[in-house]
Every structure is written in structure tokens, then in C-alpha cells.
């Protein structure tokens, strides 16, 4: 989705704060992405948890559509994955998913 002044609004600004990239084509960009980043992608099911990936480095987190998640080709494409492991919820939405990755790579980030 594009940038807008509702994004930032509902980022709260925060959206000004931390790197981020619009592209198009995102299985064609992870498959160029520079090789030094280690890129994770965001699934609802089949992958870790975060905290089992090593976040610290240079890192790209993937997220799908807030109905779809990823698709399988950028799925594919991505080193890794991460699912926040639930009980008591079928899903988070893309925010919430968004929220305990970046915390999981700041706790991994200032760990070292």
C-alpha cells in the first residue's frame, strides 16, 4: 500500500523512525536483495518463533496483506519465517504481527 499522510497517522509517526522500503514485485526484489540481509517473512503458520531467529543483523521483515499474509512465491523467497506462536487467537493482524517482530529484534539488537 502507498504511503500516505494516514499512514503516518496511524503509525503515530513512527513510520518516520524505522528503515522502510515500497517496492514492487517483492518476490523479484528478495531475489536481488543484497546478501548481507537476512530476510524473514511474517506467516500465520509453518515458521518459528521469532525469538529462534537471529534478528540482530542486517534484517528485512516481510509482511503479507492484512487478509492474505504472504504469498507463497515471496514466502519461498524469504530465508526464514516467523509465526507468533497463539492459544488463545486463530491470527494477529498486521499490526499486532508487526509489533512482537520489531520487539523481538530490539530486544535481539540491544542484547548484544
Same mark, same amino acid.
Given at each position: 500500500?502507498?504511503?500516505?499522510?494516514?499512514?503516518?497517522?496511524?503509525?503515530?509517526? $513512527?513510520?518516520?523512525?524505522?528503515?522502510?522500503?515500497?517496492?514492487?514485485?517483492?518476490?523479484?526484489?528478495?531475489?536481488?536483495?543484497?546478501?548481507?540481509?537476512? $530476510?524473514?517473512?511474517?506467516?500465520?503458520?509453518?515458521?518459528?518463533?521469532?525469538?529462534?531467529?537471529?534478528?540482530?543483523?542486517? $534484517?528485512?521483515?516481510?509482511?503479507?496483506?492484512?487478509?492474505?499474509?504472504?504469498?507463497?512465491?515471496?514466502?519461498?523467497?524469504?530465508?526464514?519465517?516467523? $509465526?507468533?506462536?497463539?492459544?488463545?487467537?486463530?491470527?494477529?493482524?498486521?499490526?499486532?504481527?508487526?509489533?512482537?517482530?520489531?520487539?523481538?529484534?530490539?530486544?535481539?539488537?540491544?542484547?548484544?
Amino acid at each position: 500500500a502507498p504511503i500516505s499522510a494516514a499512514t503516518i497517522r496511524a503509525s503515530a509517526g $513512527t513510520l518516520l523512525q524505522v528503515p522502510f522500503a515500497v517496492v514492487g514485485g517483492m518476490p523479484n526484489w528478495l531475489a536481488q536483495v543484497d546478501q548481507d540481509l537476512v $530476510t524473514i517473512g511474517a506467516a500465520t503458520r509453518g515458521g518459528v518463533p521469532p525469538w529462534q531467529l537471529d534478528l540482530a543483523g542486517p $534484517t528485512v521483515i516481510v509482511f503479507g496483506s492484512e487478509g492474505d499474509g504472504l504469498k507463497q512465491l515471496t514466502a519461498r523467497r524469504c530465508a526464514g519465517l516467523a $509465526t507468533v506462536p497463539l492459544e488463545a487467537a486463530e491470527s494477529l493482524n498486521v499490526a499486532q504481527a508487526i509489533t512482537v517482530l520489531l520487539y523481538e529484534l530490539r530486544r535481539q539488537v540491544s542484547d548484544r
